[in-house]
């Protein structure tokens, strides 16, 4: 088989950058330094940064596609070298040097509503006037972009002292960014560990997220490498844990806890926030039904010394507003709308008493044995 490079660029045509979803030949990531010799293939990859989350996958995907699409006895492996048009910096800047406060949103289990009471406390907190900044770190299930209404918007690049920056997306008066603006909304993101955690790095070093009162973050649920990741990249002031009161959901908080509390972390709790507390039927708006169970949150953070920060109930408008991607924190006269009003309040008061009584926060360095 004689090999020419338009063999070659047809092959890679086949490869699409993770970050955006188009072919890496369209995207000009192929460099114009393809050599044939015999049987030995090689050319060059071209990344913005050094620290591209993607591009060890990308050389490993493009030799892929050559053994498949071209020859399957093509010399390529190791073949391929990778290209920077941003060299790394001799110094790194200061990670957000504007926020004040780095609010972490976790909790111990998926589906009590996390990304749901961020999204919406996020808003209240925007409401009372404060800057507010959201990071979707859900990385595996990023539904931030839906809830507040951007799903379909493209982050812009902005260049700063010589340095591309993303611009969050910004709406209802929160600037937000999520893995979910870089990836196709029906495709399952299935990265390693390593992978995802640069990715969020990505997001919080090389974003233009200005001043900020505040910055919450929307972690994933459970304990995983993520989560050391990000307190060892940002100092965070703080941790709110969410809960539904059942007993199954409570045990798994009490991981969450131990996490951020325990000797190798140890972020300051900030409180508990008890989300499903009640069902109250439009109709019948002072009925209270609890279907999970009382005050479970309540009794746990009486046990554990923490503040309860907040009840949120179940009603029908915060399935409707998420879908529709109206928060229903914007409603401020409504039963949840005040919820969450009081509960922005609250957060803002254990931040202030953690400031006070606490030394500023550091980045953690953990190490595992």
């Not at 010399?75 to 790394?88: E, P, T």
Request: charged share 20%.
């Amino acid at each position: 088989m004689t090999l020419y490079p338009q063999l070659i660029l047809d092959a890679l045509k086949n490869v699409r950058y993770p970050g955006t979803g188009r072919d890496i030949v369209s995207a000009g990531m192929v460099a114009d330094n393809i050599r044939i010799e015999g049987n030995k293939v090689s050319f060059s990859l071209i990344a913005e940064r050094p620290n591209d989350p993607f591009i060890n996958s990308l050389v490993k995907m493009a030799e892929q596609a050559i053994l498949t699409y071209v020859d399957r006895d093509i010399d390529i492996k190791g073949n391929i070298s990778v290209k920077y048009k941003q060299q790394h910096r001799m110094e790194q800047p200061e990670l957000l040097p504007g926020v004040k406060n780095i609010i972490a949103v976790a909790s111990g289990k998926g589906g009590v509503g996390k990304s749901t009471v961020c999204t919406n406390m996020a808003v209240a907190l925007a409401m009372k006037g404060y800057k507010v900044g959201l990071l979707d770190a859900d990385i595996f299930g990023p539904s931030v972009p839906k809830m507040l209404g951007v799903e379909d918007a493209t982050p812009m690049l902005v260049n700063k002292d010589g340095r591309d920056l993303i611009v969050p997306v910004e709406n209802y008066g929160i600037k937000m960014l999520s893995i979910g603006f870089f990836v196709k909304k029906d495709n399952a993101v299935v990265w390693r560990g390593a992978m995802a955690s640069n990715a969020l790095k990505q997001l919080i070093g090389d974003a233009d997220w200005g001043e900020l009162d505040y910055f919450l973050i929307d972690f994933p649920p459970g304990t995983s490498d993520i989560h050391l990741t990000l307190v060892q990249t940002i100092p965070i002031t703080g941790a709110v844990i969410v809960s539904t009161p059942q007993e199954v959901a409570l045990a798994d908080a009490r991981k969450g806890i131990s996490m951020f509390s325990g000797d190798k972390v140890n972020v300051p709790i900030l409180g508990l926030i008890e989300n499903m507390s009640w069902f109250t039927p439009a109709e019948l708006p002072e009925n209270k039904y609890y279907i999970f169970g009382k005050d479970g949150c309540r009794h746990l953070a009486e046990e554990y010394g923490y503040a309860l920060l907040g009840q949120i109930p179940i009603v029908q408008s915060i399935r409707e507003s998420g879908d529709e991607g109206v928060p229903v924190a914007l409603n401020a006269d409504s039963i949840t709308g005040m919820a969450f009003s009081e509960l922005a309040d609250h957060l803002v008061a254990a931040v202030d008493k953690r400031n006070r009584e606490l030394p500023p926060t550091r980045v953690v360095n953990v190490r595992i044995k």
